[in-house]
């Protein structure tokens, strides 16, 4: 249990100074349940005092992805600890806090509702203000946590459930380049994983796999190569590896290491011909060089890293991509994101609804803000 009384306001260990805010971080939109603990200084810049990510991996894994009944119930269990723990290492209370954040959405409705509910209940009892945090804006908004990256940048989104280009002009101020018209990329690692037998989530052993393998035995389609705007497709890619795969079963470890390397190389050229459009389009407005933030679980695949800075280094963009921990789903990113919005005034009431459906483009923007 969360132990929540008027004396924790009161407590010695922990003294806060100038404007900096410490916020509580929730984050249970998929299939990992977190919570921590994010200090934002008077100027701006991030640390994070804790970071707890517990995965459902396990409980998923037998049926080769996310079942949201098993992911609501999971964080059901797991959360009120992982709250407690993430105060421990931080060594705050929650009467410390300078508010609450849990990610609202998008993402399973069952799941979002348990963390939505007990960061409110959280914010209620201890009378901070509470912000209802989009999942894709934590996303976008860590390089900021991380490396301090001052707006505007271009933004690559690569999860397992978006695949996105966005244009990030200030605090809610974003413009979709280019989604996704089919599936996430980080979906296609997921599907193409699950064809060869490679176990869920699927993008680390196929970068695993593909590091042994011929990218050049199969010459897959890169779909919207070349094509205006910045969307992105990867179902036909993935049914040309179907297809080529069911023609040459039964295979052997090295038949599965070249599908491996082909199909991530032909996703990697995809993201890269994509990326690129994004650059040509994209409008710095400063001086400063620009910056190209990856973020989202594939940005742990070193290929797609590798090749992206080499685009970017190209047209004169430097890359950043938040280390690996957090890159895939956290809840440092989501109390960071509450930092960010409460340090512009843009708290949200107790009625703030869970949101399975939530684009960016719909998010609150901060007036009169500074970079
Ligand atoms: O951002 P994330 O942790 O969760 C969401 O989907 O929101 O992203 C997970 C996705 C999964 O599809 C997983 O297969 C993919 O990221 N992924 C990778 C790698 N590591 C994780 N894909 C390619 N290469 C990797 N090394
Ligand atoms: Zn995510």
Redesign the pocket.
């Known amino acids: 249990m969360i132990q929540c009384s008027q004396a924790d306001v009161h407590k010695p260990m922990f003294t806060s100074s100038g404007s900096a805010m410490r916020i509580l971080g929730i984050e249970t939109?998929?299939d990992?349940t977190a919570a921590a603990v994010v200090e934002r200084a008077a100027d701006g810049s991030g640390r994070i005092l804790s970071n707890i990510v517990l995965s459902q991996l396990a409980e998923h894994a037998p049926y080769g992805g996310v079942v949201p009944e098993i992911a609501a119930r999971a964080h059901v269990g797991a959360l009120d600890s992982l709250v407690q723990q993430a105060f421990d290492e931080a060594s705050l209370a929650v009467g410390d806090l300078d508010g609450v954040a849990a990610t609202a959405g998008p993402g399973l409705i069952g799941g979002l509702l348990v963390g939505l509910m007990t960061g409110k209940a959280i914010a209620a009892a201890a009378a901070k203000p509470f912000v209802a945090v989009n999942?894709l804006e934590a996303?976008a908004l860590t390089a900021r946590l991380t490396d301090s990256v001052s707006f505007p940048y271009l933004l690559l989104l690569?999860?397992?459930?978006?695949t996105q280009i966005v244009a990030v002009r200030g605090l809610g101020d974003y413009t979709r380049l280019g989604t996704t018209v089919d599936d996430?990329?980080?979906?296609a690692?997921?599907k193409v994983?699950k064809m060869f037998g490679l176990g869920w989530?699927?993008?680390?052993e196929?970068?695993r796999r593909a590091m042994h393998g011929d990218a050049a035995r199969f010459a897959f389609p890169r779909p919207m190569r070349g094509r205006a705007g910045c969307d992105f497709s990867f179902s036909g890619l993935k049914t040309a590896v179907r297809l080529e795969a069911e023609r040459l079963a039964p295979l052997g470890e090295q038949d599965v290491a070249d599908f491996c390397a082909a199909f991530q190389a032909a996703v990697t050229d995809c993201l890269a011909d994509r990326v690129t459009a994004a650059i040509d389009l994209f409008d710095p407005r400063s001086g400063d060089r620009p910056v190209l933030v990856v973020a989202?679980?594939?940005a742990?695949?070193?290929a797609?890293r590798t090749r992206l800075e080499a685009v970017a280094a190209q047209r004169g963009f430097d890359v950043i991509a938040p280390p690996l921990d957090l890159?895939?789903?956290n809840a440092a990113m989501v109390a960071w994101a509450g930092c960010e919005r409460l340090a512009h005034g843009l708290a949200d009431t107790l009625d703030a609804p869970a949101r399975a459906r939530w684009p960016l483009a719909e998010v609150t923007r901060a007036e009169g803000q500074a970079a």
Do not use: K, L, R, W
Request: charged residues 15%; proline residues 6%.
């Open positions: 939109s998929c990992e999942h996303h690569v999860t397992g459930g978006h996430a990329v980080g979906e690692f997921d994983a989530p699927g993008g680390p196929v970068e989202g679980g594939v742990a695949n070193q797609v890159c895939g789903d």
